[in-house]
């Protein structure tokens, strides 16, 4: 998307036809977010599902129905602002008609119609219509009541801060964590006769302030009110800026109107991939899964400052706007790379951000998990210095050498241990200086106070993910000539080496005094999603966790046919329990084909690796049935957790027909495209086009290939082939070529052999 401004008011193209109506979407031409389908996967095959958000890209302003799920049959009020991905809605709105007024009204409902744009519900015990769409730092609401013999109420509610009733408008705050509250102010378009706080079921007129629990500010409208426009501004600095978000965003209160701009900046953010060919529905799930990228992160500048949960003080944003809530572990390995392609521009801002962060901290540590409340420090590993790796290398423009530094300082300076943001401990020595993070022999106790008490060490994905990141240090310090560093950190990122069990070939954990942990079963050992020693995933998993030197990892298995075969046997390996049991221990590890786990990011790259073994024609069977499987356009049609982009943005690759392996190479692995012809459009203005030519369900092998006019025999290529835009054409067809991009030097990049 080439929308690199943050959240002002914004002049817009009239994309592909305008609505003629916001509950009957009639356009003369069907748009990339007509496709997009927010329940896609809303209830989850076992963990938390994904939701179907309101918002606009990458817009601070995010909402979603008030329910543990969609299966749900109650509504807990309307919501105003979701603060963080799977969180509850911060404030709530209850119009009402009777007695007995309470902060939170359950709503029975039907016929919800739900766009990434606009919402509509009918609180059918109430007898309420509901409208709503948002802007980017404010939103509107249409409340249409229809019992004419019962008063007017509208509820708003502060689960956790302070509300005030005031001459015309409700403002007020609620607490977050970390010293960070979000503020709001709310208007409606006619005056109530009488305003107050909810005490004991009643408005207490008197009473135009109130703290705490439930701290509820009541509006009461004249008997036989049948419509209350509701216009509403938030903000992370204040309630006088959430009033100023309001006011520059919506000047009347034309819900109408600000849906129909919101599906257009919908439909040019999505038009930057277009598709011809394919199903109807492997359009929705494309768009839907593109959707699902601009979710997070947010842009939280507001009028040119913005509020840091890093330090807690409010910034300047000297016109580069401040992006957060970004769950890098997921985010790294797809959803920056095709942000990278798409919109440099934001990209730029989001590792500008990360800086700020680092410096905000005063540790200067290259943030992990960052938050709207701060940086969690959540799962394992330092893979935002990925991200800056994979961008260098692709050639954006940024402070590389500061972001070098706070890269080191992260890994070098903080504890590796999951989930902890602490200096570095023993473990950290112990790693540095024998290049593996021990594990605990069975019924050893836990000596490391950084070790989280329920993530444990998970000493394989930190080792492997650890040496990964030294690669990509390596990578950043030979960019700046630090030849030294590079050396170093390229030595170190060899590490997984050190726990590689020749006579399994598995990575298997061992001890402080370099024993192997036996017994050992790859499947199940490690205890409750096998934290003990990998991380979310088993040791199938982690097998493969070596996206930086594959053809080292070729060479440790034994050559080309034994890793060939070890990465079928992972498709093919039984679950060895009940998937009650299984799923039990392991509930993370969903979408199942043998061991692969289609459900968690650690997985995403595997189906790729047979290109680097001759075999990428096997590469292509299993994209397809991977994409065929477990991503469908219906309410369970996503395998496992969608935790910010990263899963989407696999889909949104690998269909159209690429896939970048490894974040600070700057190549891209090639699948086996779904749609005929397909169009990214690249941040430079500049076109890649990919067009497979017949494919189809059963053309789905790759015959021969064409790479900007030239006859193409390697699965795989740089960005520098297309990032002054290019074409890839595959001949596709029912049988494999078995021949196609499987010589010695057609091989993708790896550490040693670039």
């Known amino acids: 998307m080439k929308i690199t401004h943050c959240l002002a008011s914004v002049a817009l193209v009239s994309m592909l036809g305008a609505c003629s109506g916001v509950q009957n979407q009639v356009t003369a031409v069907k748009g990339p977010v007509d496709y997009v389908n927010p329940y896609m996967g809303n209830i989850s095959h076992l963990l938390v599902p994904t939701f179907p958000t309101i918002h606009l890209p990458n817009s601070m302003l995010r909402a979603y129905p008030e329910r543990a799920d969609y299966t749900t049959d109650q509504l807990n009020g309307l919501p105003l602002i979701v603060t963080s991905h799977r969180g509850s809605s911060a404030f709530n709105l209850s119009p009402y008609q009777g007695e007995n007024l309470c902060p939170v009204v359950a709503y029975s409902y039907d016929d919800e119609k739900l766009k990434p744009y606009y919402y509509e519900v009918i609180l059918d015990d109430e007898e309420i219509k509901v409208k709503y769409a948002p802007s980017h730092q404010s939103a509107l609401y249409q409340i249409d009541y229809s019992q004419q013999d019962k008063p007017v109420y509208m509820m708003i509610n502060s689960r956790n801060g302070a509300i005030k009733a005031g001459d015309g408008f409700v403002s007020g705050y609620q607490q977050l964590e970390n010293n960070t509250r979000v503020y709001l102010y709310i208007e409606s378009d006619i005056a109530p006769i009488e305003t107050g706080i909810l005490a004991d079921g009643k408005i207490d007129a008197g009473t135009k ?73 492997d359009k929705q799930i494309l768009y839907t899964s593109l959707y699902r990228i601009f979710e997070r992160p947010v842009c939280i500048s507001e009028g040119g400052r913005y509020f840091s949960a890093f330090d807690g003080k409010v910034h300047e944003d000297n016109g580069e706007p401040f992006y957060t809530d970004d769950w890098i572990w997921d985010t790294y390995r797809a959803a920056h790379p095709l942000r990278l392609l798409i ?72 504890t590796l241990a999951p989930w902890s943001g602490a200096a570095a401990g023993w473990i950290d020595d112990f790693y540095k200086k024998n290049g593996y993070i021990p594990a605990l022999q069975e019924g050893e106790k836990e000596t490391d106070p950084n070790v989280h008490h329920f993530e444990k060490r998970q000493p394989i994905a930190v080792t492997l993910g650890t040496a990964y990141d030294q690669w990509c240090l390596s990578r950043i310090a030979d960019m700046l000539g630090k030849k030294e560093d590079a050396a170093h950190y390229l030595q170190c990122a060899h590490n997984y080496r050190n726990v590689y069990n020749a006579e399994t070939a598995f990575f298997h954990p061992k001890d402080k005094n370099g024993k192997w942990i036996e017994p050992f079963d790859y499947r199940f050992s490690g205890g409750m999603g096998a934290r003990e020693y990998y991380g979310e995933n088993n040791g199938w998993i982690y097998r493969w966790d070596v996206p930086h030197n594959v053809a080292d990892l070729i060479d440790l298995m034994g050559g080309n046919q034994q890793f060939i075969a070890n990465l079928d046997q992972t498709f093919r390996e039984p679950l060895g329990r009940g998937k009650y049991a299984f799923y039990a221990q392991i509930p993370d590890h969903t979408g199942n084909v043998g061991q692969f786990s289609m459900a968690n990011e650690p997985s995403l790259h595997i189906p790729y690796l047979y290109n680097y073994a001759g075999q990428p024609w096997k590469t292509q069977k299993r994209i397809r049935q991977l994409l065929k499987t477990w991503f469908r356009n219906d309410l369970m049609g996503v395998p496992g957790d969608e935790d910010g982009g990263g899963m989407s943005a696999f889909v949104v690759f690998s269909s159209l027909g690429f896939y970048p392996v490894t974040p ?19 941040s430079n203005g500049k076109v890649f086009e990919i067009e497979a030519q017949g494919a189809s369900d059963e053309n789905k092998y790759i015959q021969s290939a064409t790479l900007n006019g030239k006859e193409w025999n390697k699965p795989w290529f740089s960005h520098d082939d297309i990032k002054e835009g290019g074409k890839l054409v595959l001949v596709m067809g029912s049988r494999p070529n078995k021949a196609w991009g499987s010589t010695g030097d057609a091989v993708p990049p790896s550490a040693e052999k670039q």
């Open 343 to 414: 919109d440099e521009g934001t990209e730029k801002n989001v590792i500008d951000s990360y800086l700020r962060m680092a410096e905000q901290m005063g540790n200067m540590w290259m943030p992990t998990f960052p938050e709207i409340t701060g940086d969690s420090r959540r799962m394992n590993s330092n893979h935002a210095v990925a991200t800056v790796a994979d961008a260098a290398a692709k050639g954006l423009q940024f402070d590389l050498a500061k972001a070098y530094e706070a890269c080191r300082k992260g890994i070098e300076e903080k």
């Open 664 to 682: 600070g190479f700057p190549a891209y692995n090639i699948g086996s495209p779904l749609f005929a012809k397909a169009k990214v459009m690249l």
């Open 209 to 281: 302030e109130a703290e705490g629990r439930n701290a509820c500010a009541v509006l009461h409208f004249a008997d036989g009110t049948r419509t209350v426009n509701l216009r509403y501004g938030i903000s992370f600095i204040s309630e006088e800026q959430a009033k100023e978000n309001l006011q520059r965003e919506l000047p009347d209160y034309n819900l109408q109107a600000l849906a129909e701009k919101g599906r257009q900046i919908w439909d040019k953010a999505l038009s930057d991939i277009q598709v011809e060919g394919g199903s109807d529905t």
